[in-house]
């Protein structure tokens, strides 16, 4: 098979960076036209992306890779290159992909902001950082862009920076996610310094520990590395405990939160683990904390979501929840269901927030008990977003499902406690997803709001997603394991499970019935559970005390440490420099007073300069 | 003790009174005669070592010769700037001459 | 270190007196408030000291120091004491700080010089010396020290010119 566009996959970054040096390099000078530059960009990429896959998609395309030497110590040699594999593949397609369609959602939804261009040169940087991670074909160069496309994040979440809320969110988002690529530079350092020839690149990583038995490294280093990788995509992906940065980060303007936040980089830490697979195969403990934290996670946001009312907040829980099960997946050992699911959710999850965006667009307000019966005026918008929610509640045949049935099914052989608790948290996504169309699209209209549809630039993206929604999950079905085929290279692991399939497309619909029942209907009063059990409400909604419980262990105690280091730094450093200071400026007056003008002073000074030398020069023959 | 060590301790004494004079006084005049008075102290030295030295000789004299001359000089044009300064500035007290500073 | 053991001569006697002479005025020029008993006193140390040239066979240089010295520079200071008003003397407000540490500075300078005389090696016998120094002295410049008279002799000149050209009233030029 040919590998001809494999060969300048390189240029896929390449154009979004360029689109980001120009827009930086031009300023604010251009607003319009600035935005058509990043969105053209990202355009060009995805053209060359969609080449590359479908060069790739016949299945046994040879993995194409190329890397020079970056740096060279003495005999100690670190390559940088990228490598094309069909994992590599797919995320290219998606991130290329959503990004286009974020582009160019982004044409309408911030027409009225006039740093737009300094908005798009961001999205084109996070682009061109997100597109390089997925490229690289070691972890250092991975690491580096990891980095970018956190700071990427930290600065569109601060990008309102004038809401002190979008100020702490970002500092919150780079300082939380700090946590665990503090524990991936670890683990990076920690297989430099174990794996045969310093070798970082993945095929070297794969190969070491692939053929673990008796090899090259430890079981218990080997467990070490493997939970500071997954410590890395904990902070990354929003898992628990370091989930809290993800929710706040919804500050950022609504496509970043579907671009960044939904879509592409909260599933870097997926890719990852995915990526570095083999390291967390060769250890059991590894693997079981990976599954046990994703499906605590899992359950854990999608219990929160129930009890948010910012529309965006529920989304952002969702995909905390989401990840959870990715992780989850990753955990019990299937590869294929993390990317498929990843897969799909980019899309549905992509498909939700751009929804939300343009509710918000129309409506100026993020709460859902402040909207109703929008579904009326804004008709595209709520049947796309009502497609997006039955894929996440996993309804068949949207996407969601499939990718929902394989994680499912693959928990189920594993652990059935985990297909349980996955069972449970599917419920509860149904049940939120349904509270929240209902809230918003359906019943009673409020008044004065002058809700309307929003403009093509922004609704065409919606529709794109939706349809990829709704058909991405035929790609990997219990019938058609083509997907996991092409993307592991192995034989087909999935075998159908009718039990699986009728469950969870069983507590999906219960959780919309309920909703249903509760939001349009009424036969369930709304405040059924609040009115019974009010604690567990308020705890719901104060997500588990999770922040405050940090603010108490974590914030405050650093706080009283810089404080005191404040202190410390006011009176002993900045004494010392400040009596420093005081001494050369009493010498300076000193000598100012010595500077009277007076030829006598210097002839006096003078006088006794020449004692003091000749006793000086004398009094050195006694010694 | 030589007559010449002396002459010497002699000089000495009297460039240290003259010294002391140039640091201490205010009136400007009375700096300059200081000043004449450690010139002559230099002087002595001069006539001392040119009869007491290793290598007598009249060069001794011909340097205090001219060093009379200088100091004459030295004098002529100091009263005249003294003049000058009084005339603008109608004191004479050199710690009120503070120029340098400005 | 201080071995006083000196024959009493002729010489030494009138050292000795002269001596006393010179510092004594030198001290009391030091001393006094009025500055034309200075001037008078700083003439009678300038005296005493020409009396010590002549102790020194340098009769020559006596005249030229009773010349120049009492004679000119003396007397060049008292017109320019005459010239300016001196009432304010002794009355300005005392420098303790400075006036001390110029003290300390003299006699430490004084204490130097006086322990480098002591420690110096200085040959006893001396030579026999010239008689008849004026001729000598003639003799020397107008041969040996011709070209540094001339310039000595420019420099009188230019530092006279200078001078009446600084004490000159300027009421022309301002007119």
Redesign the interface.
């Known amino acids: 098979m040919s590998t001809f566009f494999a060969q300048y996959a390189w240029l896929v970054p390449v154009f979004p960076f360029a689109a980001f040096a120009i827009l930086t390099a031009m300023g604010k000078g251009m607003s319009k036209t600035g935005a058509w530059i990043g969105t053209i960009a990202t355009f060009a990429s995805l053209v060359l992306s969609l080449c590359i896959a479908t060069e790739r998609l016949s299945g046994n395309a040879e993995d194409y890779s190329n890397q020079f030497t970056w740096i060279e110590i003495g005999n100690l040699k670190l390559h940088a290159g990228f490598e094309v594999t069909n994992l590599s593949t797919m995320m290219l397609v998606v991130v290329t992909l959503v990004g286009f369609l974020v582009n160019l959602y982004s044409q309408g939804y911030m027409k009225k902001d006039e740093r737009i261009s300094t908005f798009f040169a961001y999205v084109a940087l996070f682009t061109s950082s997100m597109l390089a991670l997925v490229l690289s074909d070691n972890l250092l160069t991975f690491y580096i862009f990891w980095e970018l496309v956190g700071v990427c994040s930290f600065l569109l979440v601060g990008f309102w920076y004038q809401k002190p809320e979008a100020r702490a969110a970002a500092k919150k988002a780079f300082i939380v996610t700090r946590i665990g690529d503090l524990g991936l530079l670890i683990a990076l350092l920690l297989l430099f310094w174990y794996m045969p020839g310093h070798a970082l690149d993945f095929t070297t990583i794969h190969n070491v520990f692939d053929s673990q038995g008796g090899g090259a490294i430890s079981t218990g280093i080997t467990t070490l590395i493997a939970l500071l990788i997954f410590l890395g995509a904990v902070g990354k992906s929003g898992q628990f405990p370091l989930h809290v940065w993800l929710p706040d980060a919804m500050e950022g303007p609504t496509p970043i939160s579907a671009l960044i936040h939904a879509a592409t980089m909260v599933a870097a830490g997926v890719f990852l683990v995915a990526r570095t697979f083999d390291i967390f195969d060769a250890s059991q403990v590894a693997m079981t904390t990976v599954a046990i934290v994703g499906a605590f996670t899992a359950i854990f946001a999608a219990t929160i979501g129930l009890a948010q009312n910012d529309i965006k907040r529920i989304l952002a829980y969702s995909t905390v929840s989401q990840l959870g099960y990715m992780m989850l997946a990753l955990g019990v050992g299937s590869v294929t269901g993390a990317m498929f699911h990843l897969l799909t959710h980019a899309f549905f999850k992509a498909l939700l927030f751009l929804g939300a965006g343009s509710v918000i667009h129309s409506v100026h307000t993020q709460d859902i008990r402040e909207m109703g019966g929008l579904g009326g005026k804004m008709k595209i918008t709520a049947w796309t977003f009502g497609i997006g929610a039955l894929a996440l509640s996993g309804i068949p045949p949207f996407s969601g499902f499939w990718s929902k049935d394989a994680i499912l099914t693959a928990a189920l052989d594993k652990q059935p406690i985990l297909f349980v608790v996955g069972i449970i948290a599917a419920f509860f996504t149904a049940l939120y997803m349904a509270r929240l169309f209902f809230l918003v699209f359906v019943g009673k209209q409020r008044e004065g709001q002058h809700a309307k549809e929003s403009p093509s630039v922004m609704t065409i993206p919606l529709i794109v997603l939706a349809i990829l929604a709704t058909v991405a999950g035929f790609v990997e079905t219990p019938f058609n394991g083509w997907f996991g085929h092409w993307l592991t290279g192995g034989d087909a692991e999935h075998h159908a499970s009718g039990l699986v399939m009728v469950v969870s497309a069983a507590v999906g619909l219960l959780g919309l019935y309920i909703g249903w029942l509760m939001y349009v209907k009424g036969t369930i009063r709304r405040d059924a559970v609040s009115s019974r059990m009010p604690g567990l409400v308020t705890v719901l909604e104060r997500k588990y005390y999770i922040d405050e419980l940090y603010q108490w262990l974590f914030v405050k105690p650093l706080q009283g440490f810089g404080k005191a280091l404040e202190l410390f730094d006011e009176y002993v450093v900045d004494g010392i420099v400040r009596l420093s200071g005081y001494s050369v400026s009493a010498l300076g007056r000193l000598n100012s007073r010595l500077?009277?003008?007076?030829?006598?002073?210097?002839?006096?000074t003078a006088?006794?300069g020449?004692?003091i030398l000749?006793?000086a020069i004398?009094g050195r023959r006694f010694w | 003790m030589s007559m010449l060590s002396s002459y010497l301790t002699l000089a000495a004494v009297l460039f240290c009174i003259g010294l002391f004079g140039v640091l201490t006084k205010r009136n400007a005049i009375i700096v300059l005669l200081s000043i004449e008075l450690m010139l002559n102290a230099v002087n002595l030295n001069l006539i001392a070592f040119s009869k007491y030295g290793v290598n007598p000789s009249i060069a001794g004299h011909i340097f205090s010769l001219f060093t009379i001359t200088v100091a004459a000089a030295e004098a002529a044009v100091g009263i005249a700037v003294l003049i000058v300064l009084y005339r603008s500035r109608a004191t004479v007290n050199v710690d009120e001459f503070d120029e340098l500073r400005r | 270190m201080l071995n006083f053991d000196i024959e009493i001569t002729g010489e030494f006697v009138a050292f000795f007196v002269l001596s006393v002479c010179a510092i004594v005025g030198a001290v009391l020029a030091i001393n006094f408030t009025k500055v034309v008993h200075t001037a008078l006193s700083i003439a009678f140390t300038f005296v005493s000291i020409a009396g010590l040239y002549v102790l020194l066979e340098a009769e020559f240089i006596a005249f030229v120091q009773v010349l120049l010295y009492v004679g000119a520079i003396t007397i060049l200071m008292i017109f320019g004491i005459m010239m300016t008003k001196h009432d304010g003397e002794g009355k300005e407000p005392g420098r303790p700080l400075h006036d001390t540490l110029a003290a300390i500075g003299c006699i430490c300078l004084f204490g130097i010089l006086f322990y480098g005389i002591r420690n110096a090696n200085f040959p006893t016998e001396s030579a026999p010396f010239v008689e008849d120094n004026t001729r000598e002295i003639g003799k020397a410049l107008f041969t040996q020290y011709a070209i540094p008279f001339e310039l000595v002799s420019v420099l009188l000149t230019v530092a006279f010119i200078g001078a009446i050209a600084l004490a000159k009233r300027e009421e022309e030029s301002s007119q």
């Open positions: 500077q009277n003008g007076q030829v006598q002073t210097y002839a006096l006088i006794i020449i004692v000749i006793v004398a």
